[in-house]
């Protein structure tokens, strides 16, 4: 069974920075893409960043310049850097990995930017 974990969540204060990590365990075949997803309260879900397994990276205009994508294939992990937070970043946010025609999620990780 594939789970994907994610970690490193919690609050911190505007222009501070938090790093996320998600890890897929459980056999997984043909992973490509992996990414980043957030929801606010009251908003849909949206793309942060995702990262393919060559490292071709995309990110939402909102955080470019801030938050950095990478991932370790062999350890099946992605990260996210998120310097120069904002109170705008609250959200939860979702791990997501792509395989075959399969989207896999994490549980997510609350972030939150005190003012």
């Known amino acids: 069974q594939v789970q994907l974990v994610e970690s490193g969540g919690g609050l911190v204060q505007t222009g501070g920075s938090l790093r996320l990590s998600c890890t897929v365990s459980g056999s997984i075949f043909r992973l490509n893409a992996m990414g980043w997803y957030r929801q606010a309260p009251g908003k849909q879900r949206e793309l942060v960043a995702i990262i393919t397994i060559g490292g071709i990276t995309n990110y939402a205009d909102s955080v470019k310049g801030r938050f950095t994508i990478s991932r370790d294939n062999p350890k099946n992990t992605a990260y996210l850097e998120m310097d120069r937070l904002k109170p705008e970043d609250t959200a939860a946010y979702y791990c997501?990995?792509?395989?075959?025609?399969?989207?896999?999620w994490g549980q997510g990780t609350q972030v939150t930017v005190s003012s």
């Open positions: 997501n990995a792509h395989a075959g025609v399969t989207d896999y």
